[in-house]
């Protein structure tokens, strides 16, 4: 069964601080891994696709990394804005189709 | 571009009554999904439709959720008879084949 797991779970950070968020999967026939972000009582915003290991995108502060177990999107010089939870899915193929599968989310909170 | 729209945007029912929300994807998107997401989870996938096919819907409770997608445009999620654990935010999303999905502000039910 295909897994996502996000961690940490909850992650607090003074303004300016940088971190990392992770994302690990164990899927078969990864066609691709979604990065979105997602304010309260909205619908999750898309960020980043990284389709193979070794690919890196960027927008403003943050950046997204893919290996072949894991994905990092980290986070330079936050600011209070960057305040979300970030959820990260993988396309695996599953009988021709594509399904997209979520982690739980990461919870983050910029102090200023 | 209009994004995903979804309605309503708030209900509130009782248990054992019925409920149902209305989906509209972004014009051309050919490949159409419903999340459920309890609060604090992740979205998980109820049912992906291709057009107006089922590609996947091995997580819908099929004794009281059914969805249908008339003429591969717009979509309605059912819920018969509603339970309180069904309280929950509704996602619907789409996308160009089966390419990242684009998602809808969501329908927050509440089962009392």
């Known amino acids: 069964e295909d897994q996502v797991t996000q961690s940490p779970e909850a992650l607090r950070l003074q303004e300016g601080e940088s971190s990392s968020l992770n994302c690990s999967y164990t899927?078969?026939?990864?066609?691709?891994l979604f990065w979105y972000r997602q304010d309260p009582g909205k619908g999750p915003e898309f960020l980043f696709t990284l389709y193979s290991a070794g690919e890196e995108k960027e927008k403003e502060r943050l950046k997204a990394t893919l290996t072949k177990k894991e994905s990092f999107l980290h986070i330079t010089a936050p600011k209070p804005e960057d305040s979300a939870t970030y959820l990260c899915a993988v396309q695996a193929a599953s009988g021709g189709s594509y399904i997209p599968t979520f982690g739980r989310g990461t919870s983050l909170i910029v102090h200023p | 571009e209009a994004g995903v729209a979804q309605s309503p945007r708030y209900k509130i029912i009782e248990k054992r009554q019925s409920v149902a929300f209305w989906c509209n994807p972004i014009s051309g998107h050919a490949t159409l999904y419903w999340y459920q997401q309890i609060l604090g989870q992740g979205p998980k996938l109820l049912i992906q439709?291709?057009?107006?096919?089922?590609?996947?819907d091995s997580q819908l409770p099929k004794d009281r959720f059914s969805a249908e997608r008339l003429k591969g445009v717009d979509s309605t999620l059912k819920i018969q008879p509603a339970k309180l654990e069904d309280s929950a935010v509704y996602l619907c999303?789409?996308?160009?084949?089966?390419?990242?999905?684009?998602f809808g502000p969501g329908t927050r039910l509440t089962v009392t």
């Open positions: 439709f291709q057009n107006n096919g089922v590609v996947d």
């Open positions: 899927v078969s026939g990864l066609r691709g």
């Open positions: 999303a789409s996308s160009f084949r089966d390419r990242v999905p684009y």
